[in-house]
């Protein structure tokens, strides 16, 4: 057994009660590891940025369906002009305007808000493509709603000078990796210190990591710059 043991470890008042800690000979300072200000507004692909991925990948599923359903209906519908041809009421030229190629153009057209050459004749399409265009429309207020947002977010500075700015930070969620000296820093702490612990705990999503790499991995692969990582003075710049 060892008699003397050298390490990152933080004076708590559990810890003091078991062992014997020399004078202090080093103090490292607390510090937040954030995403650059400046990343989301340099990344080309920012502009996805205000939908999560599978919100896009839900969007593109729908639009496949609806074009199937358009094209479906279209083919089916006795009202429609394939079926009119068929009787002499439509020329050959219209009916083909739903065909699969049309059917895509036409739901791409009603997404960008514009007009098609032929309109629905049965009153099923009609009411398909009153959905597509209202589902589109708040779809895209949606988008526009976020993307301030996103892009004010990339120009976002934050100034935390003690714990009581951490701890009443609303813009990110921070977190830390277990069992190191600031993750016990927190843990073993009262009053606000202990708090900020609490927050860590008590949030919605996992915020702790059980190595320093896979933390500022997180912190760099979050398009939307929330998470924060919390440690000691240098903790990242030891390990790039």
């Not at 008042?13 to 300072?29: L, M, N, V």
């Not at 004749?121 to 009153?130: A, F, I, N, P, Q």
């Not at 934050?158 to 609303?170: A, S």
Request: hydrophobic residues 40%; aromatic residues 18%.
């Amino acid at each position: 057994d060892a008699d003397v043991a050298i390490g990152s470890l933080t004076k708590v008042g559990a810890r003091e009660d078991a062992i014997d800690f020399t004078g202090t000979w080093y103090k490292s300072q607390l510090k937040v590891a954030i995403l650059h200000p400046s990343w989301t507004f340099e990344y080309p692909f920012s502009l996805v940025f205000p939908l999560h991925v599978t919100a896009w990948a839900a969007l593109v599923a729908l639009f496949v369906i609806i074009s199937s359903m358009v094209f479906f209906l279209g083919y089916c519908s006795p009202y429609e002009y394939r079926r009119l041809a068929e009787r002499g009421e439509a020329t050959e030229e219209e009916a083909g305007t739903f065909s699969i190629g049309e059917s895509i153009f036409y739901c791409l057209s009603t997404g960008f808000w514009q007009s098609f050459h032929r309109s629905p004749k049965s009153w099923s399409l009609r009411l398909l493509s009153m959905f597509w265009f209202w589902f589109c429309i708040c779809t895209i207020f949606l988008y526009a709603w976020n993307v301030n947002s996103v892009f004010k977010f990339s120009k976002t500075a934050i100034k935390i000078k003690d714990v009581h700015d951490l701890l009443f930070n609303d813009i990110h969620e921070f977190g830390a990796v277990r069992n190191s000296p600031s993750y016990d820093f927190y843990r073993f702490n009262k009053g606000q210190y202990r708090m900020v612990f609490d927050r860590i705990l008590n949030s919605d999503r996992n915020l702790l990591e059980d190595r320093i790499e896979e933390a500022i991995y997180r912190v760099r692969r979050q398009w939307d710059g929330r998470y924060a990582v919390l440690g000691k003075k240098g903790f990242y710049h030891t390990r790039r």
